[in-house]
């Protein structure tokens, strides 16, 4: 499943957990991997560590792997496997 939200160019770091929690309070699982555009994933970067972070491979949050992808400016997309049985049943 993908849970995508603009967060805009200015983000805190409550806008970006609310994000990352709307995932999980939807579909009650842990998220696999959260892409980010290249703007979102620099703005991580200096909220959450340091700057260069931004061109790093393993960049996480949580210990979820944030990752760049070609998306619009601002958004990112938080992903997971959902099992359409248990429906996040854990």
Do not use: Q, S
């Not at 991997?33 to 260069?52: E, K, Q, S």
């Amino acid at each position: 499943m993908r849970w995508t939200v603009v967060l805009g160019a200015a983000f805190d770091h409550a806008a970006f957990e609310r994000a990352f929690e709307g995932f999980r309070r939807m579909y009650n699982v842990r998220p696999g991997r959260v892409l980010c555009a290249p703007d979102v994933l620099g703005r991580f970067a200096a909220l959450y560590g340091r700057p260069d972070d931004a061109h790093r491979r393993d960049v996480r949050f949580a210990g979820i792997a944030v990752v760049a992808a070609i998306l619009a400016p601002g958004t990112i997309v938080v992903e997971g496997e959902v099992d359409d049985v248990k429906m996040g049943d854990w």
